[in-house]
């Protein structure tokens, strides 16, 4: 919070600019509406022109015609412009139709223009009690001597005992209307910056996508050294804080349980009068679904940067090869050039060729074998009644039949899991047939393993007694590729 650092924000940064701007009133009300309250990540620029071309009519019609003199695709040009930076222009793949979305800076404006509002009602509690368990996870999380875990663990059951035989009495505590709307002013708030928080998780992927694509521009060495960069740096930017805390929520939110338990929780707490006197926006009700939809807007833009970034490479790999044929073209043409008037004097050098000679007493002296001592034995024959029938029983696993089931698969594809072809035929030999495809994954063809997604195997296997059941296996994802 220096002189020099705030200098430099209120003239850099995009929020500062917004809030700065004498169009701050027109872009953050229309920007809210057309973005923010219906949680909206990208809009055509036909659909946004024709929504903001509305607003300035009905603006002119109360502020005159002077108002607002431009058009509304330039403004919406003039704000994506690299000076202002309040909107994000640009183009799907296979599509030349402009897309506009907000950059997190116009998020945090918003946000921030959104708090100065006077509020009915302000409360402090439930912050205090959030604060209270913040503290009480992390000293909890970091006592390293057992027999205080177990004591703190009891006592919690010992309140939990109390409060049974409470609610058992009929003394059963309810939460006032001031409690129930101070915690409900904290949900609310705290599910809008999370929704806010996955644009900003968006903007970060896409800004190391375009200092990778600059690396990758300006790199002189070999194509494995930079191969082998990038990857360690997205190995580190899955492994950090950010990336741990991301992948553990995204986890979470994906559970059906933990989805169906927050319909059933934010019905239930909707109804309540208290609640309800508030006027809660009608999206409340499917905020989650809002969190599962930004999520997912966000994995779909990692993979269209991993895509671009693959597109890329091939596309430098395209150049490096086609210079080196205008090479040998060069080499080619030069030749037949010499063909025709071959030039005085020397023109090329070759080696001499030479013959390897081997002495004869280089050769190493003949070895003779060991003979092996037969024993003169009489065979007796044995008393013991075995039965041949078990050497019949032997599970014998055609890997060349598997081979050929992932190649056919790949045929279509360039990556097919493990549980997609046991899905697509069966596994008949268990998990014999199961082990053998590991070994072809390891030794045949390319394939990875994803550590953090789990994937059952399921098979139907014969009992003794004739039964059939089905047996499960649980291993993490194998992926098969090209």
């Not at 995204?250 to 933990?258: A, V």
């Amino acid at each position: 919070m220096d002189y020099a650092t705030l200098d430099s924000l209120r003239t850099h940064h995009p929020a500062w600019r917004l809030l700065c701007s004498p169009h701050a009133p027109l872009a953050a009300s229309f920007l809210h509406r057309v973005f923010v309250m219906p949680n909206v990540r990208a809009i055509a620029a036909v659909d946004l022109a024709e929504a903001l071309e509305d607003e300035l009519y009905a603006l002119r019609q109360q502020l005159g015609e002077e108002a607002f003199p431009k058009t509304a695709l330039v403004y919406l040009n003039d704000w994506a412009a690299p000076d202002k930076g309040w909107l994000r222009k640009f183009y799907r793949p296979g599509t030349d139709e402009a897309q506009f979305d907000l950059t997190p800076a116009t998020e945090k404006a918003l946000s921030w223009l959104a708090q100065l509002s006077e509020r009915q009602f302000v409360g402090t509690e439930s912050r205090l009690l959030i604060l209270f368990g913040l503290l009480q996870q992390m000293s909890e999380g970091s006592e390293t001597d057992p027999a205080k875990r177990i004591a703190e663990l009891h006592k919690k059951r010992d309140e939990i005992n109390a409060e049974i035989a409470r609610i058992a009495a009929g003394d059963i505590p309810l939460l006032d209307d001031t409690a129930l709307k101070d915690r409900f002013q904290q949900f609310t708030q705290g599910a809008r910056e999370l929704l806010g928080d996955f644009r900003e998780v968006e903007y970060n992927f896409r800004r190391l996508d375009r200092s990778v694509r600059e690396r990758i521009a300006l790199w002189e060495g070999s194509k494995g050294a930079l191969l082998a960069e990038i990857m360690g740096e997205r190995d580190a930017i899955a492994d950090s804080d950010q990336g741990r805390s991301f992948r553990a929520f995204w986890e979470l939110l994906l559970s059906s349980r933990r989805q169906e338990e927050l319909t059933a929780m934010l019905e239930q707490v909707l109804a309540l009068p208290a609640v309800a006197e508030l006027k809660p926006d009608a999206r409340t009700r499917r905020v989650h679904y809002d969190w599962l939809e930004a999520g997912e807007h966000a994995q779909r833009t990692v993979a269209q940067l991993s895509q671009q970034l693959r597109r890329f490479l091939d596309d430098k790999a395209w150049l490096e090869n086609r210079r080196i044929m205008d090479i040998l073209r060069g080499i080619e043409s030069k030749a037949l050039a010499l063909r025709a008037a071959p030039p005085t004097g020397q023109v090329m050098e070759l080696a001499e060729a030479c013959a390897d000679i081997e002495l004869a007493m280089e050769r190493p002296l003949y070895t003779p074998t060991i003979k092996p001592v037969i024993a003169d034995l009489a065979l007796q024959a044995g008393e013991e009644s075995l039965d041949p029938a078990a050497l019949f029983e032997q599970i014998v696993v055609d890997k060349a039949r598997l081979t050929r089931h992932i190649r056919h698969a790949l045929q279509d594809k360039a990556q097919v899991t493990l549980a997609e072809l046991t899905a697509a035929q069966p596994l008949q030999q268990g998990l014999a047939e199961l082990v053998a495809y590991l070994q072809l994954g390891s030794e045949t063809f390319a394939s990875t393993v994803d550590e953090y997604t789990p994937e059952p195997i399921r098979w139907l296997a014969e009992t003794d007694e004739g039964k059939t059941l089905t047996r499960s296996a649980r291993l993490p994802r194998v992926i098969f590729m090209r």
